[in-house]
């Protein structure tokens, strides 16, 4: 995580995407190939509900309604309140989420991460994966 | 004769882009008029009020306590809500209703407001939903339109 003065223009998204995925994934492979219902889950930049000068990155695991397994939250089961989102970073244990701060507000959200663009050689569209052991227990579709 | 036309539809577009643009950041980031309903923040705004609301101290972080701040709702991220600040980070606030008998207080806690409205009876505000994140504020509210300009 890092400062940000204003809103991203491209090249500053470009850095974010590069360092904060390189922190949460220590080595180059991506986690996992698993698809599920891969639309929600993607990454999304948003304003850090502790510090509103930071942006930080991380993927949405569930939506309003849900009830997760939380890693280290106050609460072993949390119901995703309405008009929230349960954002995790994919290095667990070394990520300042919603294990740590809770559910984030919508209104916080402010764009989604798709591709990376830099370094060259980590060229890729980002998945939208969710690992099943991330899964929610009970969807509010369902 | 076509070409003309072809033209003067470029050179609109392009003017409309251009102002379309400059009202957006304007509004965005200088501030804009905004229309308040619902009984919550009465007497001081009533429903109906034209309010003018300003931007700059939001990028700045010039919200004190006391302030008017106009912020996205936390359940309801498509609609405004339009508050007092009663506490900054850090600060102490009573979190029960001013009906009950026993107090209960707590801290706001880093990077969150308390917003309440001043028709503390009619009004569904930190009370209810818990403290704000200071990302979800638009808006400081500077004046008000006089209600008297509005009758003819």
């Not at chain 1, 991506?30 to 639309?39: C, E, L, P, T």
């Not at chain 1, 995790?88 to 959200?109: C, I, M, R, T, Y």
């Not at chain 2, 070409?3 to 392009?14: H, S």
């Not at chain 2, 980070?89 to 990077?111: A, I, Q, R």
């Amino acid at each position: 995580m890092f400062k940000h003065n204003n809103d991203a223009t491209v090249p500053q998204r470009i850095r974010i995407l590069h360092m904060n995925l390189f922190a949460k994934v220590p080595s180059s492979s991506i986690v996992g190939h698993f698809i599920s219902n891969a639309v929600k889950y993607i990454f999304h930049d948003k304003r850090s509900p502790r510090n509103p000068e930071q942006k930080i990155i991380k993927r949405v695991i569930a939506l309003e309604g849900d009830i997760i397994k939380t890693i280290g939250y106050k609460k072993k089961y949390v119901k995703v309140p309405h008009g929230h989102i349960w954002v995790e970073g994919d290095h667990h244990g070394h990520s300042f989420d919603s294990n740590a701060f809770g559910p984030v507000s919508l209104g916080l959200l402010h764009a989604r991460a798709t591709h990376i663009l830099w370094p060259p050689k980590r060229w890729q569209k980002l998945q939208p994966i969710l690992p099943p052991e991330r899964k929610p227990l009970q969807k509010e579709q369902e | 004769m076509f070409r003309n036309a072809l033209g003067k539809t470029f050179r609109f577009l392009g003017y409309t882009v251009q102002y379309g643009c400059i009202a957006h950041c304007a509004f965005e980031y200088l501030g804009g008029v905004v229309v308040c309903s619902g009984p919550s923040m009465e007497p001081t705004i009533q429903n109906s009020d034209i309010v003018f609301s300003e931007n700059l101290s939001r990028h700045f972080y010039c919200i004190r306590k006391g302030d008017i701040v106009i912020a996205k709702s936390p359940n309801d991220p498509k609609s405004n809500i339009c508050k007092r600040v009663i506490g900054l980070e850090g600060d102490k606030v009573c979190t029960s209703n001013p009906s009950d008998f026993l107090k209960s207080h707590s801290y706001v806690p880093k990077g969150h407001v308390w917003l309440e409205g001043d028709n503390l009876r009619n009004s569904t505000d930190s009370r209810c939903y818990g403290p704000v994140p200071y990302g979800l504020i638009r808006g400081r509210i500077c004046f008000k339109e006089q209600p008297w300009r509005l009758k003819h």
